[in-house]
């Protein structure tokens, strides 16, 4: 969204509320509360104007936390609410904060015709692939094996990707970042905000009691330079501790692969540039995991088409030409009448 | 045929015809045939010649059930006549029947001496053997007691539009309207408003319109040359003494519509109206989605549970959110309504209920939907119920439900159900510049503002909506601080909570009607309780009871929750209550635990509505006790 009125310069704390956190100490969802305050203080947006809406789960507790609009509703259906609240008064900057299980579980169905209507509005799943509210059962994003209090001899289901099924779905703006790298997600957020349409942004999320450390492989410092692919419109995707490594298309093959320039004859000339509006590169940027390949973390996608409630508007303003009367009163009395005389 | 002087026939014409005071016709064919159009079409025409009338459209949930079985058939029922008509009729004086399957299912309630019109064109072995006959009834004896027209209107269709040069099939399409010409003229009505409507419909197609007043006019034909030979010479039927004014039909659908409009109108708010499509409750987002140019925004979700929860969000952003549905998306809906319970938020819900449980009968009729309305959701979660009477009533009472939820920022569920909703009647239009407005003020004022203030009087809580400066606010479905807003897990103020929920629906008891005695006296031998779509049969079987001289008085509630608060004292000035209801007795549980009285069951689940005669038994053998 880009409601942006000039006032006196805003900071973070502006969006703090005088509400006691609750989050566990250290969980990851501290982190994002502060980038998405600070975004929202950078962007000068109008505070009146902007609404948290959220589902169940612990990232859905955000709104208690922003000074600003903010509606705690019903697991899974946030989208549904955000939309209705679109609907109502398009020049609300609705942002929808949820989880993994909200959004992909119970409110799969509501996430995906969000991004098919393209609804003006940010989407932020904190993925932990883990339930933590429910105290730690696994999650539709939980990788195969997953130990938990219903899954006592290790999960069996195929874990599903947010980022691929966002792009399955239609979704025009995706992006990914993580908890506590403020400097990677704060610019991620602030596209977020500018995109017109909905914009999906998956946050790897650390949750400290029932999945602590489920990211490190590509998080932790020693780890991430070499498993983390930040992605830059025009760039080369180019990543590493060297700066070595580049992905290129195998040939003869649909697929992305991992090299090393300078290594078995590769050039930097074989290295894929990133083009955000190429929705086939997104979802084979989207289905990149480790061990072999690092994960997309930025803008993986952005190619924006008019929004749902605009082109509401706009039919709504087409039908208004012949025939239709505005004045109910009127209406009641065209069509067919008779008048039974005293 | 109720004959005020049948045998008196009307002098000083050429034709004369037998007067009657009041018929009820029953169309019924295959679901192809047309028979709700046909049926739609003579309502007009009935209306315009200024009788007074009811109908009930009764079809299968297939859109188009295999050809030629009894299961397919698709029936459009209408009664009118000089005097008030109040419901569609019991048995039938005319019976059309355009197959044998017709014939099957519905000749039972044909009343003896009635008229029966039969295609014996559609006679053949083949549909003989599909509606389950054995042989061809047209020729035996079966159908000796009903005064029998049989007429080749297939082969007499295809005449008729021979020189538009249409196809086999789209000629015998036509056939619809070739039996609306006859029956027009059975009734001396008049053809013009639906050549006129006709030549609207396929002004594209100028050889479809072209052959449909062909039919229409030859069917017409056909009865005025008849006549003579047989000696039939049509019924006439005089106008009702109806209230002057200006009239159109409704049906409930559509007042239901314009009622939701007219209510937002006059609370000043734009409505957002999120829907997903379910009979029988589809035609109301039909009907929805055409007025844009009347504040009405239309949002088909992706599912039940995404529409109420889009008309919620659209509510507490300053709109009026609505949403419709039958009984099974209704209970889809629940926790997303427990929310707007909790957080206080106005929302209207629509109920066209039918007949359950699960997916039941789509198509036919219950009010079965009571309980749910008023206890469906999950912990103590007090709303207000409304019921609509008639097509009609849906005006005033969805008026009625738009007040409620905004005055007291509280979802409101407004039940009707098949019968009403696609049923149609006679409608004064009203004034609506007369009716008296309650436009919201949305809460600007931050001074002491939290989100949970509320009016002393109606403790509606403060209505502020995002977008105004310095009003910001969370709310949601935790429990909320009686003194904040903010979460609270307090014990007490859980306890307090719950309380000023249920005292503010309660509340509402002192700002509606007291509740008044529709007919017969105030007090005596036995009043008839109603609610809903049964308010035609218990008006007309109370009505006959009356005039034998019998203590009856027939109630009938708008408000269910809360109850007028005088109810209670009315139902004691009677030795006994009945109330009938199309469910297995749940007004009666409500009555019963509130006010402690044995009052008595008439219930009925067939997916059709009661019959007169039926209530009428039901309360004469209690008066007989």
């Not at chain 1, 790298?181 to 029932?210: D, W």
């Not at chain 1, 419109?233 to 090393?260: C, D, Q, Y």
């Not at chain 2, 109630?555 to 004691?572: C, E, K």
Request: proline share 6%; with cysteine.
């Amino acid at each position: 969204m880009n409601v942006v009125t000039p006032a006196a310069a805003l900071t973070a704390k502006d969006f703090a509320t005088d509400q006691e956190v609750r989050w566990c100490p250290g969980c990851g969802d501290y982190a994002i509360l502060k980038a998405v305050q600070k975004t929202l203080a950078d962007e000068n947006v109008s505070i009146e104007k902007t609404v948290f809406v959220s589902g169940i789960g612990c990232a859905a507790r955000f709104p208690y936390y922003m000074n600003t609009y903010g509606f705690h509703t019903i697991h899974g259906r946030a989208p549904s609410f955000a939309t209705g609240i679109k609907l109502a008064n398009p020049e609300l900057d609705v942002w929808v904060v949820s989880g993994d299980g909200d959004s992909l579980s119970i409110g799969g169905n509501h996430l995906m015709h969000l991004l098919r209507r393209n609804t003006n509005v940010q989407y932020l799943l904190f993925n932990n692939e883990i339930y933590g509210l429910t105290k730690g059962q696994y999650s539709p994003t939980s990788r195969v094996g997953t130990l938990s209090p219903s899954t006592p001899r290790g999960s069996v289901e195929q874990p599903v990707s947010a980022a691929s099924l966002a792009l399955g779905a239609g979704g025009r703006f995706i992006a990914r970042s993580i908890d506590n790298m403020q400097k990677h997600l704060t610019p991620v957020l602030q596209r977020a905000h500018r995109h017109i349409g909905t914009s999906f942004v998956e946050i790897f999320q650390n949750c400290i009691v029932y999945n602590d450390g489920a990211f490190t492989g590509f998080t932790a410092k020693e780890s991430a330079a070499n498993n983390q692919l930040h992605l830059e419109h025009g760039k080369p995707m180019i990543f590493g501790k060297e700066g070595s490594r580049g992905i290129r298309i195998k040939p003869n093959s649909l697929e992305l692969e991992a090299v090393t320039v300078g290594d078995k004859g590769f050039a930097e000339s074989d290295i894929l540039i990133h083009d955000e509006t190429n929705r086939v590169l997104a979802t084979m940027l989207a289905a990149m995991e480790p061990p072999n390949m690092p994960v997309a973390l930025g803008v993986l996608y952005c190619d924006p088409k008019p929004t749902h409630e605009q082109a509401l508007q706009d039919n709504h303003a087409m039908a208004a030409a012949p025939g239709n009367i505005h004045d109910l009163g009127k209406l009641l009395k065209s069509g067919e009448t008779w008048t039974v005389s005293a | 045929m109720s004959a005020s002087n049948s045998a008196i026939q009307v002098s000083g014409d050429d034709h004369p015809r037998e007067q009657l005071e009041s018929a009820v016709v029953r169309f019924a064919g295959d679901s192809g045939d047309g028979m709700q159009l046909t049926g739609g079409q003579f309502t007009l025409a009935t209306a315009l010649s200024g009788n007074d009338l009811a109908t009930f459209p009764d079809f299968p949930a297939e859109i188009r059930a295999p050809v030629g079985t009894t299961f397919g058939v698709s029936s459009f029922q209408i009664n009118f006549g000089a005097r008030t008509i109040k419901t569609s009729g019991d048995a039938f004086d005319v019976l059309i029947a355009m197959n044998p399957a017709a014939l099957k299912v519905e000749i039972d309630n044909l009343k003896p001496g009635g008229m029966l019109v039969v295609d014996t064109g559609s006679f053949n072995e083949r549909n003989l053997r599909k509606a389950g006959y054995e042989k061809n009834p047209l020729e035996d004896t079966s159908l000796d007691k009903f005064k029998l027209t049989t007429l080749d209107i297939s082969k007499m269709t295809i005449e008729a539009v021979s020189e538009f040069g249409l196809s086999n099939k789209e000629a015998l399409r036509c056939k619809n309207l070739w039996t609306l010409g006859y029956v027009y003229w059975i009734f001396g009505r008049d053809r013009e408003p639906t050549v006129k409507w006709l030549k609207q419909k396929f002004a594209k197609r100028t050889d479809i319109a072209g052959a449909n007043i062909a039919a229409l006019n030859a069917g017409h034909a056909l009865g005025e040359t008849s006549e003579a030979a047989d000696g039939f010479q049509g019924f006439t039927i005089n106008p009702a003494k109806i209230e002057p004014g200006l009239y159109r039909t409704v049906t409930g659908a559509e007042a239901l519509t314009w009622g939701m409009v007219a209510g937002a109108n006059l609370a000043g708010l734009k409505m957002q109206f999120c829907s997903y499509p379910i009979t029988p409750a589809s035609q109301v987002l039909h009907y929805m989605s055409r007025m844009p140019e009347n504040g009405v925004s239309t949002f088909q979700a992706e599912d039940e549970i995404a529409a109420v929860c889009a008309a919620i969000g659209a509510s507490w952003a300053g709109s009026l959110g609505v949403t419709s549905s039958s009984g099974p998306g209704v209970a889809l809906k629940g926790e997303a309504i427990g929310l707007a319970v909790g957080a206080e938020i106005p929302l209207v819900i629509l109920n066209v209920q039918r007949a359950g449980p699960s997916t039941g009968l789509p198509t036919k009729t219950e009010q079965s939907d009571l309980f749910q309305a008023v206890y469906g959701r999950n912990a103590d979660s007090p709303l207000a119920v409304l019921a609509a009477s008639s097509p009609a009533d849906c005006f005033a009472t969805a008026i009625e439900a738009v007040r409620i939820a905004v005055k007291y920022m509280t979802p409101v569920i407004l039940l009707s159900d098949g019968y009403i909703g696609n049923a149609s009647e006679p409608w004064k239009i009203p004034d609506i510049e007369s009716i008296t407005p309650f436009p919201v003020k949305h809460e600007t004022n931050p001074e002491g503002f939290h989100p949970f203030k509320r009016d002393n009087k109606t403790l509606a809580r403060a209505w502020a909506i995002p977008g105004t400066p310095e009003m910001q606010h969370r709310i949601g479905g935790i429990e909320r601080n009686y003194n904040s807003g903010h979460i609270s897990y307090e014990p007490e103020n859980h306890q307090k909570m719950t309380d000023t929920r249920a005292a503010k629906i309660a509340g509402i008891a002192n700002d509606i009607p007291l509740q008044t005695v529709d007919s017969g006296p105030s007090k005596g031998r036995i009043a008839v309780l109603g609610w809903g779509s049964t308010y035609g049969p218990i008006n007309r079987a109370v009505s006959a009871l009356l005039e034998e001289g019998h203590e009856v008085a027939h109630i009938h509630l708008r408000h269910i929750m809360p109850l007028p608060t005088n109810l209670g004292d009315l139902l004691a000035n009677y030795d006994s209550v009945i109330i009938p209801e199309m469910n297995n007795g749940q007004l009666i549980t409500i009555i019963r635990d509130r006010y402690l009285i044995d009052a008595q069951g008439v219930n009925k689940v067939s997916g059709q509505p009661f019959k007169i005669s039926e209530l009428v038994d039901a309360i004469r053998t209690r008066l007989e006790k």
